[in-house]
């Protein structure tokens, strides 16, 4: 298919993923709803709605909906990357990489981690650089346990409490 048959509306929210690969009317993509490593998107035009999102990994259509509404309204500011996040709060990428926060669809994902040190079933999405106003949003199964961000590393410590801070960067 060439470029200039694509649908337009998917052509907008193609920009906004990475990963795309075009096939027939729509395309793959990594899903800016969940830490996608493997592109388990589908994006296709839709018969009583513009677009069909289907998440192989699980996310539901509205929660991947969010998220590109998410990645929409960010496209006009500087993409928020894993370099951009370490530049700004002067830390090391490879500090920040240690910790298991990677790019993602002009996001950065933040894991949150259990006791046991396995990844939470929610994690924040760095949507902005500075995490005013719209900055960040929780992400993963609706209802997910929260847990505080560092859980893992409290035990290691052999402390058997904790500090709450404002977000993962504090």
Not at 36 to 65: F, I, M, R, W
Not at 127 to 151: C, D, E, Q
């Amino acid at each position: 298919m060439s470029i200039a048959a694509r649908d337009p509306r998917l052509e907008e929210i193609a920009a906004l993923l990475e990963g795309v690969k075009w096939n027939g009317k729509g395309f793959t993509a990594s899903c800016p709803a969940h830490a996608d490593t493997d592109p388990s998107l589908s994006v296709n035009p839709g018969d009583k709605v513009d677009v069909v999102y289907h998440c192989h990994a699980g996310c539901t259509q509205d929660e991947v909906l969010t998220a590109v509404q998410d990645l929409k309204r960010g496209a006009t500011d500087k993409p928020v990357t894993v370099e951009a996040l370490a530049e700004m709060k002067g830390l090391s990428v490879e500090f920040l990489e240690s910790l298991g926060l990677n790019n993602n669809a002009g996001t950065v994902i933040v894991p949150y981690r259990l006791a046991d040190g396995k990844r939470a079933p929610r994690h924040r999405r760095r949507l902005a650089l500075k995490a005013s106003g719209k900055g960040s949003a929780w992400t993963g199964p609706k209802g997910g346990l929260i847990v505080p961000y560092g859980l893992d590393r409290l035990q290691g410590e052999g402390r058997d409490f904790c500090f709450l801070v404002e977000g993962e960067s504090d």
